[in-house]
Nanobody, 123 residues
Framework: QSQFVESGGGLVQPGGSLRLSCAPS????????IAWFRQAPGKERERVGC????????FYLDSVKGRFTVSRDNTANTVYLQMNSLNPEDTAVYYC????????????????WGQGTQVIVSS
């Protein structure tokens, strides 16, 4: 079954950084917008960042702007989420997801998902 394989999560102290990676299994990232979502316990899943296919416009949740960066390496067939200045409110399971061409805030618009990687920000 086609899906993403995510890696890079873990425990980090407040103010620290992590880089998450997302590589598809069974398909390519070509012609797909790739988004990173997160879900904390008891909260709805929210999109933290997204990058279009083609013109690489990126979009971010207000609370992560200036701290998180989504990038893609189409040759390596991998998408990244660089997270800096992490704080405890960033603790969540992070997922990558894909949809055709353009980003969308709508969770239901994404047809491929990863299994999630846990990020814990704590001292």
């Amino acid at each position: 079954q086609s899906q993403f394989v995510e890696s890079g999560g873990g425990l980090v102290q407040p103010g620290g950084s992590l880089r998450l990676s997302c590589a598809p299994s069974g398909f390519t990232v070509n012609y797909r917008a790739i988004a990173w979502f997160r879900q904390a316990p008891g909260k709805e899943r929210e999109r933290v960042g997204c990058i279009n296919w083609g013109i690489p416009n990126t979009f971010y949740l207000d609370s992560v702007k200036g701290r998180f960066t989504v990038s893609r390496d189409n040759t390596a067939n991998t998408v990244y989420l660089q997270m800096n200045s992490l704080n405890p409110e960033d603790t969540a399971v992070y997922y990558c997801a894909a949809r055709p061409i353009l980003c969308s805030r709508d969770v239901s618009g994404y047809d491929y998902w990863g299994q999630g990687t846990q990020v814990i920000v704590s001292s």
